[in-house]
């Protein structure tokens, strides 16, 4: 099979596609480059490799270990790898604590992680928009969620992990040991060799529950006012804005995890997306009757809700990324520093005067926080992200305008959304690109490296 990213847009396919089950093996000896391919997540082409070689990293999904460590007993114990790793799906019974420790292959989703732990308490301290990534790949990407101004990236809440490389070495990788490697490959886009276990921290919860606060806003001042307070009181703090609206308007939501007791409504089963229709239903007309009817539906201003739906609102329809269109489609994030509130103002009345945009427009901000890795996206500022239709040329001439709005405020693009930042924004963005060269495995590659790094 022709495998290709979440956005689905045209690209060569991989020369070969290599299933990789065993964490102990060695890597293939081949004349073309290498990448490690999860679950295909995301969007652009970092997870790509054309004419290389794909290792489907899928089949390690295997427990290795769980070591709960409560703050109260000092210093947590190390995770034991047990002696018959566990199938992810085999039941994981977990001690008491107020923090753990999970180590697993890196071919581990985050859905199989939220599946067995959850209902024991356990959920992950960071998490994306979307639980169907592996382990390996949130670490190559260093995701972030909702709570960055109090949990900081995914990276932040990694322990260790084993790096193969193509000459063969292991090696183990964490804030004291090897800890370059460690911050070369938090972020790194898979380009260091390839992840296979990782030791990761979860964090205790009391129930499968949010309690969620709702609040229109009109307007980025609204919005940074209402952030400023969410931020300080709440644990999770997000807002979707309507990327068509003349003056910017949304939903804000903070939100945190409900008591002991609480009872939120298990979600039903996940809906898929039928067929890819010829053209995109995403359009000024159709976007513009969303946004309205999104914007004005009735909200409670305070509710009980499970954590599954707030955390992942589109996992509710499996393969909802075909109904972008067979051309497929953009996601574009950046992040500005927070001084730069004109920037976000600017991007959103050229987004609206374009009369594209998204239905999931997100807007939030990042904390003070570093985040671990010399590649990772976000710093301190405010994040937008959209999905938009690809329309050809002007889908571009958008995009070539929001660049340099962006590239003006000093800010950057997320490269695992990203599927044609040019190589100027890239190196500016990340001003530790020439360093980050020295750790690239000379066997490794991707469409996105050789694209900007050319």
Not at 77 to 86: E, L, V, Y
Not at 109 to 135: H, K, M, N
């Given at each position: 099979?022709?495998?290709?990213?979440?956005?689905?847009?045209?690209?060569?396919?991989?020369?070969?596609?290599?299933?990789?089950?065993?964490r102990?093996?060695?890597?293939?000896?081949?004349?073309?480059?290498?990448?490690?391919?999860?679950?295909?997540?995301?969007?652009?082409?970092?997870?790509?490799?054309s004419?290389?070689?794909?290792?489907?990293?899928?089949?390690?999904?295997?427990?290795?270990?769980?070591?709960?460590?409560?703050?109260?007993r000092?210093?947590?114990?190390?995770?034991?790898?047990?002696?018959?790793p566990?199938?992810?799906?085999?039941?994981?019974?977990?001690?008491?604590?107020?923090?753990?420790?999970?180590?697993?292959?890196?071919?581990?989703?985050?859905?199989?992680?939220?599946?067995?732990?959850?209902?024991?308490?356990?959920?992950?301290?960071?998490?994306?928009?979307?639980?169907?990534?592996?382990?390996?790949?949130?670490?190559?990407?260093?995701?972030?969620?909702?709570?960055?101004?109090?949990?900081?990236?995914?990276?932040?809440?990694?322990?260790?992990?084993?790096?193969?490389?193509?000459?063969?070495?292991?090696?183990?990788?964490?804030?004291?040991?090897?800890?370059?490697?460690?911050?070369?490959?938090i972020?790194?886009?898979g380009?260091?060799?390839?992840?296979?276990?990782?030791?990761?921290?979860?964090?205790?919860?009391?129930?499968?529950?949010?309690?969620?606060?709702?609040t229109?806003?009109?307007?980025?001042?609204?919005?940074?006012?209402?952030?400023?307070?969410?931020?300080?009181?709440?644990?999770?703090?997000?807002?979707?804005i309507?990327?068509?609206?003349?003056?910017?308007?949304?939903?804000?939501?903070?939100?945190?995890?409900?008591?002991?007791?609480?009872?939120?409504?298990?979600?039903?089963?996940?809906?898929?997306?039928?067929?890819?229709?010829?053209?995109?239903?995403?359009?000024?007309?159709?976007?513009?009757?969303?946004?309205?009817?999104?914007?004005?539906?009735?909200?409670?201003?305070?509710?009980?809700?499970?954590?599954?739906?707030?955390?992942?609102?589109?996992?509710?329809?499996?393969?909802?990324?075909?109904?972008?269109?067979?051309?497929?489609?953009?996601?574009?994030?950046?992040?500005?520093?927070?001084?730069a509130?004109?920037?976000?103002?600017?991007?959103?009345?050229?987004?609206?005067?374009?009369?594209?945009?998204?239905?999931?427009?997100?807007?939030?901000?990042?904390?003070?926080?570093?985040?671990?890795?010399?590649?990772s996206?976000?710093?301190?500022?405010?994040?937008?992200?959209?999905?938009?239709?690809?329309?050809?040329?002007a889908?571009?001439?958008?995009?070539?305008?929001?660049?340099?709005?962006?590239?003006?405020?000093?800010?950057?693009?997320?490269?695992?959304?990203?599927?044609?930042?040019?190589?100027?924004?890239?190196?500016q963005?990340?001003?530790?690109?020439?360093?980050?060269?020295?750790?690239?495995?000379?066997?490794?590659?991707?469409?996105?490296?050789?694209?900007?790094?050319?």
């Amino acid at each position: 099979m022709a495998l290709n990213s979440w956005g689905r847009l045209p690209s060569l396919p991989a020369a070969q596609e290599i299933p990789w089950r065993q964490r102990d093996d060695a890597l293939p000896k081949l004349p073309i480059p290498l990448l490690a391919f999860g679950n295909g997540r995301s969007y652009g082409d970092s997870c790509l490799n054309s004419d290389g070689a794909l290792l489907l990293t899928r089949g390690t999904d295997r427990f290795i270990s769980f070591d709960a460590a409560p703050t109260t007993r000092g210093k947590p114990t190390p995770a034991t790898p047990a002696t018959h790793p566990t199938p992810a799906h085999t039941q994981v019974t977990a001690t008491d604590g107020d923090s753990a420790y999970l180590r697993c292959e890196a071919g581990v989703l985050l859905a199989d992680i939220i599946e067995v732990f959850l209902p024991r308490g356990w959920f992950l301290p960071v998490t994306p928009g979307t639980r169907f990534v592996t382990v390996g790949g949130a670490i190559a990407n260093d995701v972030h969620g909702k709570n960055h101004h109090r949990a900081g990236s995914f990276g932040a809440h990694v322990r260790s992990f084993e790096l193969l490389r193509s000459d063969g070495s292991r090696r183990v990788c964490s804030r004291h040991e090897n800890a370059d490697w460690f911050a070369a490959t938090i972020g790194g886009l898979g380009l260091t060799g390839l992840i296979t276990w990782a030791e990761i921290e979860l964090r205790r919860v009391d129930s499968d529950g949010l309690t969620v606060e709702n609040t229109r806003f009109h307007g980025l001042d609204e919005f940074f006012a209402l952030n400023g307070e969410a931020e300080a009181a709440h644990e999770y703090a997000v807002a979707w804005i309507d990327c068509l609206a003349k003056t910017p308007r949304g939903i804000f939501m903070a939100a945190d995890h409900a008591p002991a007791g609480s009872r939120a409504r298990t979600p039903g089963k996940a809906k898929r997306a039928p067929f890819t229709p010829p053209l995109s239903p995403v359009n000024t007309a159709s976007l513009s009757l969303f946004n309205q009817a999104y914007y004005h539906r009735p909200l409670p201003s305070r509710g009980l809700t499970h954590l599954l739906p707030f955390f992942y609102p589109l996992d509710g329809v499996l393969d909802w990324n075909r109904l972008y269109g067979r051309r497929g489609f953009y996601q574009y994030q950046c992040v500005v520093p927070l001084a730069a509130r004109a920037a976000i103002d600017e991007m959103l009345r050229a987004i609206a005067a374009s009369g594209q945009g998204s239905l999931l427009a997100v807007l939030k901000t990042f904390g003070h926080d570093a985040s671990p890795g010399m590649l990772s996206f976000p710093m301190e500022g405010t994040t937008l992200a959209l999905d938009f239709p690809d329309q050809g040329e002007a889908t571009q001439a958008l995009f070539g305008r929001l660049d340099a709005i962006v590239a003006s405020a000093g800010g950057r693009l997320y490269p695992a959304k990203d599927a044609r930042m040019p190589a100027y924004l890239f190196r500016q963005g990340y001003p530790q690109f020439d360093a980050f060269g020295r750790f690239v495995d000379p066997r490794f590659s991707s469409n996105f490296w050789r694209r900007i790094s050319a």
